[in-house]
């Protein structure tokens, strides 16, 4: 058992170090109120937003959210 929460906690640490590090990758959205809507239409109606480099930082930012959270429930389940 000592063994198991050992190894969970470490892909834990991992896995929010590279949350922390995708969240930070993303580009600001402050860029005023008309950037934000100009920038925002662009990006919500865009064809191509997935393949973007903006895209996978989303898409990467919600498997890790996704994976931090299941890993941290199995972690206090076993603790």
């Given at each position: 058992?000592?063994?198991?929460?050992l190894i969970l906690?470490?892909?834990?640490?991992?896995?929010?170090?590279?949350?922390?590090a995708v969240v930070l990758l993303q580009p600001g959205k402050s860029a005023g109120l008309s950037g934000s809507i100009a920038g925002g239409a662009e990006t919500f109606f865009g064809?191509?937003?997935?393949k973007s480099f903006e895209g996978k930082l989303e898409l990467l930012t919600k498997i890790s959210a996704a994976a931090f959270i299941i890993i941290a429930v199995i972690l206090s389940i076993v603790s």
């Open positions: 058992m000592g063994a198991l929460k906690t470490i892909i834990l640490v991992i896995a929010e170090l590279f949350l922390i064809k191509h937003k997935a």
